[in-house]
């Protein structure tokens, strides 16, 4: 069979069908998140198209390491798969991993691209009465006035000489000549909101977008970091012998009897909140079941033949670990990584619901929802809607979490 | 038996300890001094280290760590920070409420998520089946706050049927006691029904897994064999085996339950120890909070020690030693 399309390219076996391609590719995800996270995610979009090389190379390189992570072959079966395709082709057999694959990237570009989609400042409150609470779809008509400024209007009506305008329930008037040029286009725009507005008269679809990169950025890397620290102590516990073993596993299942929303909540009760703090916190309370994932691994390859193998000819514990025992369990870990990111992601909705996650003026889907309780009865779009969009991107990552399990499983 | 539980009681002392250490480093360690929490920049330097003695911390960070732990073990939480008042008077009446609350919704949880996932397990890779496992998985997804806020929207703004907060209505204590319970019982549907659906996935794919897991066994191929009714199968022989990996999901669901209960008890204005310690938070009132932790923790440690003593009872294989009674 030749080879087609992305496994032409130079390097591209090595790194994919390597023994530690996978786990490679994780690693480098990791880091190029965690550059990225230093440079902030509100600025990642544009560093995308027209950033420093550097802020550019590492969102992309991060997007791409993804994708070839989930390509890797290394479980590719020889003589019947062509090289470079193995796993790539079992994965597409699977129409529940094609729709999450598709929906997760679709989300993933929808956050890189955010500021480029964004109708409207997403920070920007609005003019007054005219703006707030509006319906998904409501027009806002902006009236310019000679002197300069503007004037939001729910509705106008030209009479004669004067201009007649509603902002809110109450009509009001003024003369046609205190508005700019002559021609209605010149005084008269108009703004739609096709998901409404908030209480402040912030658009409601802006807002949505603004928070995607964060969410996503959040719950993504948070949940990355977690795995590793699980593989971490995971592989820790697994290798260096009993005593050791006991007490990791005591202080992992000390914290998994905290329910982890009382955990994170009793750390940010004590330091203020901010991107980095939410970060770092739910990394430092998600990597238990990684690691119990890891160490079941470990345990269960110690006495493998190839180990001893590896023993004899003069490998240390480390060595052992990191080459030979970690990219094992490589592929049960990403799909734990990707079960995790909606977990996460979940959790930090919740924080960010309660005020404690992501800091405003920052936007999270959490915390968009959490501004829709003072007006609940009048404004349900504003809860709605990003709710809808925050299951949505968790469903995705759980569903493509699920089938790359599946696929696994069933070698 | 009784040795079974008492040597599991006692496993559990250390775990407690340990979760108590953490509570007490994050709470002295992170940066920024705890005396910082207690006070504000008008508060006179007197009435600062008065306000340190009164707490404590003006001594060495080890003689308060065990001050602090012996305190505990005798069972005396510190003062609320807040509002002055013992933390034991302020913890104790959100309890109950919480216990209700979450009790409820874990019964409803695993009566309908058994029943949910023995449908699909019966029509294994049927319509019913698929439509099953994708609401779990829907379920799983949805965040619990936002799944509240839906159910206020539809039943209570929307169609005014249930109230949408709090335990009990004001006129309430008027009413004698049916109409009390009558009360409580409307305020509680809307949690309820949430907390449920937030945990319920867990609950249908285990059981599916497992009740799968258990139809393939000899014993019940003979079973069919012999012509019974695959749903008879399933619950009289099925079930009672799929239900020890369902118990021990009952401990290991209640982490998650009670973090749940907090968004919920948050999102309906619920009375209970979630709530509590969101106001705590909110006033950075560290004491309460930590009561309020280490109390969760410690319902947590107990469930898991009642699911596995359930477990010991169900089946005698799994005691250490144990034979058949």
């Known amino acids: 069979m030749t080879r087609r399309g992305l496994t032409r390219l130079p390097g591209f076996r090595a790194w994919t069908s390597g023994r530690h391609g996978l786990a490679l590719s994780l690693a480098a995800l990791a880091v190029s998140q965690v550059l990225l996270w230093t440079w902030r995610w509100e600025m990642l979009a544009p560093a995308l198209i027209s950033g420093p090389l550097p802020q550019s190379l590492a969102a992309w390189t991060s997007l791409a390491l993804l994708g070839l992570a989930l390509l890797g072959d290394r479980n590719a079966v020889p003589g019947r798969d062509a090289p470079g395709t193995g796993s790539w082709r079992h994965l597409t057999r699977d129409p529940m991993i094609c729709v999450s694959l598709v929906a997760s990237c679709g989300y993933l570009v929808m956050a890189l691209l955010a500021p480029a989609l964004m109708p409207q400042d997403p920070n920007r409150i609005g003019d007054g009465a005219a703006t707030q609470n509006l319906p998904p779809g409501a027009a806002v008509h902006l009236l310019l006035r000679r002197q300069g400024g503007t004037i939001a209007a729910n509705a106008v009506d030209l009479q004669g000489d004067t201009v007649r305008f509603r902002r809110g329930g109450s009509w009001s008037s003024l003369p046609r000549a205190d508005l700019r040029g002559t021609l209605p286009d010149d005084w008269h725009r108009v703004r739609y909101h096709w998901l409404g507005t908030d209480h402040l008269g912030r658009d409601l679809l802006s807002r949505m977008l603004a928070a995607a990169p964060v969410s996503l950025g959040i719950g993504m890397t948070a949940a990355l970091l977690a795995v590793l620290l699980g593989a971490l102590v995971g592989g820790v516990a697994g290798m260096a012998g009993r005593r050791v073993d006991a007490l990791l596993m005591r202080i992992t299942d000390m914290f998994l009897a905290f329910p982890r929303l009382f955990l994170v909540l009793l750390v940010l009760a004590v330091i203020p909140g901010s991107l980095a703090a939410a970060t770092l916190v739910l990394a430092a309370t998600g990597w238990m079941a990684p690691a119990r994932l890891v160490r079941a691994q470990i345990l269960s390859l110690r006495e493998e033949p190839f180990v001893h193998a590896a023993r004899a000819a003069g490998r240390g514990r480390t060595g052992i670990l990191v080459r030979h025992l970690l990219p094992h369990a490589a592929a049960p870990l990403l799909v734990a990584a990707s079960l995790r990111i909606g977990e996460t992601m979940l959790v930090e909705a919740g924080l960010s619901y309660l005020g404690l996650g992501v800091p405003l003026p920052h936007a999270s889907w959490g915390n968009i929802i959490a501004g829709a309780r003072p007006a609940l009865a009048q404004a349900w779009w504003v809860a709605a809607f990003p709710g809808m969009m925050l299951t949505g991107a968790v469903l995705s990552f759980n569903l493509l979490g699920d089938g790359l399990r599946r696929v696994m499983a069933r070698r | ?325």
């Open chain 2, 1 to 325: 038996m009784g040795g079974y539980i008492v040597r599991r009681l006692l496993a559990g002392i250390p775990l407690l300890w340990l979760i108590w250490t953490l509570v007490f480093v994050v709470g002295h360690l992170v940066p920024g001094r705890s005396e910082d929490l207690y006070t504000s920049p008008q508060i006179s330097r007197q009435d600062q280290e008065r306000l340190n003695r009164v707490y404590g911390l003006d001594r060495p960070i080890i003689v308060q760590y065990t001050r602090q732990l012996l305190a505990t073990v005798r069972g005396d939480l510190a003062l609320s920070t807040s509002r002055g008042r013992p933390v034991a008077e302020i913890i104790a009446p959100a309890v109950g409420p919480t216990l209700v609350l979450a009790g409820t919704a874990l019964l409803v949880q695993f009566t309908l998520g058994i029943l949910l996932g023995a449908l699909a397990a019966l029509r294994q890779g049927r319509v019913l089946d698929h439509a099953i496992s994708g609401l779990a998985l829907v379920l799983y997804s949805i965040p619990v706050f936002w799944l509240g806020i839906l159910m206020v929207l539809i039943f209570s703004l929307r169609l005014a049927w249930l109230p949408p907060s709090h335990y009990s209505s004001l006129s309430a204590s008027t009413a004698g006691l049916s109409g009390h319970l009558f009360d409580v019982g409307i305020h509680m549907v809307l949690p309820v029904a949430t907390l449920t659906l937030a945990g319920l996935a867990v609950v249908i794919r285990h059981a599916r897994s497992s009740l799968l897991e258990v139809l393939a066994h000899e014993n019940l191929k003979a079973a069919r064999a012999r012509g019974l009714p695959e749903w008879r199968l399933l619950f009289r022989h099925g079930l009672r085996q799929a239900i020890l990996p369902l118990i021990t999901l009952l401990g290991l669901a209640l982490p998650a339950l009670l973090s749940g209960a907090l968004l919920v008890e948050v999102v309906f204005s619920w009375p209970g120890l979630g709530q509590t310690t969101y106001q705590a938070i909110l006033a950075r009132d560290y004491p309460v909070v930590q009561a309020a932790t280490l109390l969760t923790a410690t319902m947590v440690v107990l469930g898991n020690l009642a699911a596995d003593v359930a477990i010991s009872v169900a089946d005698p294989r799994t005691r250490p030693g144990g034979t058949a009674p």
